[in-house]
């Protein structure tokens, strides 16, 4: 007959992963990770790339409009509205990777520069992308 007491889980062995056995399957973990990263580097430098692709075409758009109202095209980019979000290098609420700037602006055409303010792959090498009145965007320094 069973009898309606709790059942003591004090007094006998409850099975179980030791601490040693938890501690080694985290070792083999890391070691597989720091395996992969190099892999995953590039990808994770094209993806922060967008950022940079994304905020050129918007400045373009607006130096464009800048140009229907004023018939030139301007070197400041507060003047044609693009508003830079905070850089992460400048506090912990930055989200921003890429600082934009006029490089060069006539009354034909222009230069917008998005230069990275991290080095992504840590190789000392920042990625720099650029965009032209023709919206051909190019990158000029590969990371």
Do not use: C
Not at 10 to 33: C, N, Q, S
Not at 102 to 123: L, N, P, W
């Amino acid at each position: 007959m069973k009898s309606n007491q709790p059942t003591n889980l004090f007094g006998r062995k409850v099975p179980a992963y030791t601490l040693t056995e938890i501690l080694v399957v985290l070792v083999i973990i890391g070691i597989l990770v720091l395996l992969a990263l190099p892999n995953l580097m590039p990808l994770i430098t094209k993806a922060k790339s967008t950022e940079a692709k994304m905020q050129l075409e918007h400045a373009h758009q607006l130096e464009k409009a800048y140009f229907y109202e004023h018939s030139k095209y301007s070197n400041d980019l507060l003047e044609i509205g693009f508003t830079q979000e905070k850089l992460t290098t400048d506090g912990a609420d930055g989200k921003a990777n890429y600082r934009l700037e006029v490089t060069s602006a006539t009354q034909t055409g222009f230069v917008i520069r998005a230069t990275a303010v991290v080095d992504f792959d840590g190789d000392g090498t920042f990625n720099v992308w650029e965009i032209d009145q023709e919206k051909n965007l190019k990158e000029v320094i590969q990371d």
